[in-house]
């Protein structure tokens, strides 16, 4: 092991690479071990408590030891509704252990995840950090067959592996694809400014979500006093229901680059990141190769086209952690820490990666950069809406004959978009994933844009066989998990929205409840620290205001009912006991009173 | 002409660089916080400085400063709220104040009490933390930790060290320690170090100390904490140190 180590860090041998070392032992040992936290601390020269508490933040990593086979499922509501829950259980008989634990031999471990990046092709999972799609009970039962052979990855059959762009609808963007180098070309032809005043008129904003002005974005970080500057590419696309990063990265990923290369150009940047997340694993070698590619065609690397541009990427994988989408966590999290938001200001265009001037944008936002250095700030903004100008690249899924990758100009309206996917009988979309909004049938005439609906590009479809309070229920426990525990109000808020939705959907709320969870859903929105709090209610939020009798139906006409299940809480004293007759349980409420 | 701010109305100077917090402390005005500490790099995570400028929501201790703001700090809704986050604090741990040796001095207690906190608004978690008493000289209870990184950043900031570390994620963050059995007596953390004496709650205790000052002539029997703290950062008579500015020390007797 202490060779094994050691070999890595030669390679790595920078504390900002800390992510990416656990990454390889992890692989390679199925945990980190404490041998090998003691000799990084050495060698990386950083406290051995920075490492645990890396290993400790991250899903992917772990301080004891998984499976051989590490077989995590997507929780993604996407895989419920495709019927995760059966093929768990399948998956516990067949594999005869049990959810988050690691079977006695030491083969295999099993375990949930959160979503996957693959809600058009679910149920979904990951082997060893390699994606899995289409998961029923004849693929399972080849995977089990596989595990119990004991058969390398490499032996696998490819088709357990395969995942498909399911791009149905193209637009400005997916249409064209550049010709490599032609953006960087045209910046060389149109001059440096020229091509920022061209982003600039194109109206292009950040396609993450949240919609700053890209042009306005990168011209701030240029004009900070400092020599070194950095691009970053945002590829942790973890929104559960959104996939088009990963559908971008596949097909368009050296557009992508070029993107981050303009940006370089125009900003004055030498070194760039793509921080792809770590469920995207199986598209590394790929990146890797493109990258490797386009420095031999001259378009990275030193001096760019004879341009006298220096400029390289470095892709850095995560290790699961939504808050990683968060800006200032991804930073954190590429300088090889946990992925916790800092405080702002200052902003990362002034303080970015070690402090230097940082732009961080979305896969699609570089992508559409490129395209407007070609092709001009007109042709984009001569689409969309007034402030939401261009084409938005959807991630549609759910309930609905054709799920997969949509471009659609700025203003299109939720039934446009329903029709062309194929969603009959729909009860409501959820738009921008768990931390957008809920929209009722009564609202399909609303418009995708930053003025009405702003979306990162989840799109869900329920249709009417749905229970709305069982998708809430999910979110609800996605942010608690995913909450980087920083802050009072989301550390805690985020776990007593879980309990307080877990008491109501079980039926062990009564009146006064629904109150209750509503104030707490305020709380945690107007004082968390970062976004994923600000959010985490919104599931809530957006569905009490649309059904507050669905709430509201399912409390006890009780004035009061404990927060938790009496007859549960005293298993422990059974067990100590060993007794299990009538007298050591309890009934909830005085039923014979009340019913 | 020197810049100012106003909070609730009230005009306030300040110079370049400093926070909302800091103008404020040096202008005689309190407002509630637990994980800060002038002396340390704010963290802004326990967000009981929470004050709302030019009608949105931030944290007094990290935002700076800037002419001009209106900031709104003791309106009814963020007494409130403070009040809500403040029991969340309670009911994430196991606090349990009659029987803690740091009641009386606690800052926790204390902010609870300049809330006018009467109960826990929430159900009560019950987490299964440890106690830590590997140590001669210093005890950890972590059923008392309430995250706010103080004696992280004393270690490393003026001890020096680096003994101490939050670890985890969401609800499970805890506090680690700087040695290979995860135990205290295993680190290389002293008695006098500052990050022992500066925990705000009873979570890092000095042994054989306990009940030295009788419950009722402790540190916030007779003073809330607003005066208390005012009075530590320089803008009052002092009448009594908190114990994290009283470092191998005695814990001053309190005067009426």
Known sequence: MRQFVQGIVENNHQATHLLQILRQIQSRFHYIPEEAIEQLSGLLNIPRTQIISVIEFYSFFHLTRRGRYELLISDSITDHMLGKKDLLGYLENKLAVAVGEVRPDGVVSLDNTSCTGMCDQGPAGLVNGYALTHLDHSSIDKIAELINQQKPLSEWPSELFQVDDNIHKSGLLLNQQLEQGAALKAVLTRGIKETLTEIDKSGLRGRGGAGFKTAMKWQFCSEEQQTERYVVCNADEGEPGTFKDRVLLNTYADQVFEGMTVCAAIIGAKQGFLYLRGEYLHLHDKLQNILEQRRRNGLLGTNILDAGWNFDIEICLGAGAYICGEESALIESLEGKAGIPRNRPPYPVTQGYLGKPTVVNNVETFLAAASIAVNGGDWFASIGTEKSKGTKILSISGDCARPGIYEYPFGVTVQTILHDCGADDVLGVQVGGPSGSFISDQEFERKLAFEDLATGGSFIIFNTSRNILDMVHNFTHFFAHESCGFCTPCRVGTSLLQKQMDKIVEGHGSAGDVVALEELCQLVKNYSHCGLGQTAANPILTTLERYPDLYQNRLKEISYEPGFDLDGALETARRMANRDDAGAHLAQIEVNEHE | ?256
Do not use: W
């Open chain 2, 1 to 256: 002409m020197s810049k100012t701010i106003t909070i609730d109305g009230k005009t306030i100077p300040f110079e370049d660089g400093q926070t909302i917090m800091d103008a404020a402390m040096a202008a005689d005005v309190y407002i509630p916080h637990l994980c800060h500490q002038p002396e340390f790099t704010p963290h802004g995570s326990c967000k009981l400085c929470t004050v709302n400028v030019n009608g949105r929501n931030c944290s007094a201790c990290t935002f700076p400063a800037m002419d001009g703001q209106d900031v709104l700090s003791e309106t009814k809704e963020l007494i409130d709220d403070r009040k809500k986050i403040t029991q969340m604090l309670f009911v994430e741990g196991n606090h349990f104040c009659p029987s803690c040796e740091k009641t009386g001095n606690c800052q926790l207690q204390a902010v609870a009490y300049h809330l006018n906190m009467l109960d826990n608004h929430f159900p009560l978690f019950y987490p299964d933390r440890n106690v830590d008493a590997s140590h001669a000289e210093v005890m950890i209870d972590h059923n008392r930790c309430i995250f706010c990184a103080l004696c992280v950043r004393a270690s490393q900031q003026t001890d020096g060290k680096n003994v101490f570390a939050l670890s985890g994620r969401g609800i499970h963050k805890h506090l680690i320690v700087n040695a290979e059995s995860g135990l205290l007596k295993d680190t290389d953390v002293d008695v006098n170090d500052q990050a022992v004496h500066i925990c705000p709650t009873g979570a890092i205790l000095v042994k054989r100390t306990g009940y030295q000052v009788p419950i009722g002539e402790r540190i916030y029997d007779h003073q809330q904490i607003d005066q208390v703290s005012l009075a530590a950062s320089g803008s009052r008579p002092v009448a009594t140190l908190p114990p994290s500015l009283a470092v191998g020390k005695e814990h001053p007797k309190h005067g009426k």
